[in-house]
């Protein structure tokens, strides 16, 4: 396995903890529990950060660039559902 896929697979794998830490900040019960799933959401998203800069700084992660007469049309879309 190459860097390239490992890290791929470390971005997932911490983008389905992300979603685990986060549904469980919104269930949980008590303010003890929720706090506890806040700071483990918080480090996870800041790691999955990290990796995700790591990956677009070595051009494997490319994004591209939004135009903006699509993001307009998607803000008019949902302004007018308001």
Do not use: R
């Not at 697979?9 to 303010?31: M, R």
Request: negative net charge; charged residues 25%.
């Amino acid at each position: 396995m190459d860097d390239k896929n490992l890290m791929e697979n470390i971005l997932q794998l911490e983008k389905g903890v992300c979603d685990l830490y986060l549904h469980g900040t919104i269930e949980s019960a008590t303010p003890k529990v929720h706090q506890a799933f806040t700071t483990a959401l918080n480090s996870a998203l800041t790691m999955q950060d990290t990796v995700y800069t790591k990956m677009s700084d070595k051009g494997w992660y490319p994004a591209e660039q939004a135009e903006q007469q699509k993001i307009d049309a998607v803000k008019q879309k949902f302004s007018a559902q308001c």
